[in-house]
């Protein structure tokens, strides 16, 4: 008979066929919406009221599958009405099979949402719009060598007065990958990534060349890591370069009936930060613990650590800090109430230091959601 862990597993794997609505409310309290430093400022709380609805369709056909995804939703803020705004999620990908052996997956998304206010740390609005279109194409096999490739254009775009922070840029991706399965799968990849910020005038480019490997140790046990070395310049000479390791680690075990445990890290560059008129050096490292004390009820916790080194030119735009650390802790339950309708609690506290004690904040929310599925 499947266990609880098992069936874990599987849902995590397989997306549900057909088309799925999940209408759902959410109660946020905030003790800092502003993210302000409470040592100097009085912080500002607020209670956000967030009704919203989330479709997904998921459909295999033979070797062909698409996937889409839509959120809309609304952040109503009781007190702090001027900071109310409407949130966007769209995704869609695909995948064909050419040749009959080779793989092409589509993709696109858009985002819109309020700007994180832990990188402006005033009462200053600026709604952000995120958006993706990509494709990758392989020819992977069982066993044996096989080639990849992809390219992805992104952009970011901010309201006003948070221009300069606007960017697009475009990735490009060659490599080949090698799979067995008493193995698993390793890839050797070659990418560059050029943005460029023209509001303020700059150009990143980034290269790199990295080793992947992927493997599911059991049905319970994956493993993933993505080692590269990195070259990122900038058009402008005061911003400098960065020449160093890339990293994304990540580990996911149900060995343990009911407990899943999680644990991440990465080192990647960003290039659309609010902060740096460059980019920024981020790492981050990720922990988390999932138990299912019944078929109905599960509790969780988790801790995250983000570390962000500035790369910037004053004459561009001045700022307070070139280093910034944040770090989360939270805990969650969640209770289905009917297979259709759950009901979860969230509490989660984060605290941001800076090298120069300017802009440091901590924070407290507390989540109560609702959500029915159809």
Excluded at 301 to 307: C, D, K, M, S
Excluded at 327 to 346: E, H, M, P, Y
Aim: with cysteine.
């Amino acid at each position: 008979m499947p266990t609880h862990a098992d069936a874990q597993a599987q849902s995590a794997s397989a997306p549900r066929q057909g088309l799925r609505i999940e209408p759902s409310l959410t109660l946020v309290y905030d003790d800092n919406v502003y993210r302000v430093d409470t040592d100097r400022v009085e912080p500002v709380d607020d209670l956000i009221v967030t009704p919203a609805v989330e479709a997904r369709f998921d459909r295999d056909i033979g070797p062909r599958a698409i996937s889409l995804r839509a959120f809309v939703g609304y952040d109503q803020f009781v007190s702090e009405t001027e900071r109310s705004k409407p949130r966007i999620e769209l995704e869609g990908s695909g995948r064909l099979l050419i040749a009959g052996q080779c793989n092409v997956r589509p993709l696109a998304s858009y985002r819109q949402q309020r700007a994180d206010y832990g990188d402006i740390n005033n009462a200053t609005e600026n709604l952000q719009r995120f958006s993706s279109l990509g494709i990758r194409a392989d020819c992977e096999r069982s066993a044996g060598l096989y080639p990849l490739a992809a390219y992805r254009r992104d952009t970011t775009r901010n309201g006003g007065g948070f221009e300069y922070a606007d960017q697009t840029s475009n990735l490009v991706r060659a490599g080949m990958g090698y799979a067995r399965p008493s193995l698993g799968t390793l890839t050797a990849y070659y990418e560059r990534v050029s943005s460029d910020r023209a509001e303020l005038g700059i150009r990143n480019r980034s290269d790199a060349a990295g080793l992947s490997f992927d493997r599911s140790v059991s049905p319970l046990t994956s493993i993933f890591a993505d080692v590269r070395w990195m070259h990122v310049t900038s058009s402008t000479d005061a911003i400098g370069s960065y020449d160093g390791p890339g990293w994304t680690l990540r580990l996911s075990t149900l060995a343990v009936p009911r407990l899943r445990l999680a644990a991440s890290t990465e080192r990647t560059i960003v290039n659309d930060s609010l902060i740096a008129s460059g980019f920024a050096v981020r790492t981050a490292h990720r922990v988390s613990a999932d138990i299912g004390l019944s078929e109905l009820t599960s509790i969780g916790a988790f801790g995250e650590f983000v570390r962000r080194e500035f790369r910037q030119d004053a004459s561009i735009r001045p700022f307070n800090f070139t280093r910034d650390r944040t770090n989360q802790f939270g805990f969650l339950a969640r209770r289905k109430i009917t297979d259709d309708f759950a009901v979860d609690l969230s509490v989660s506290r984060i605290q941001r230091s800076t090298n120069s004690d300017i802009a440091n904040y901590r924070a407290t929310r507390v989540a109560l959601g609702a959500t029915m599925g159809f």
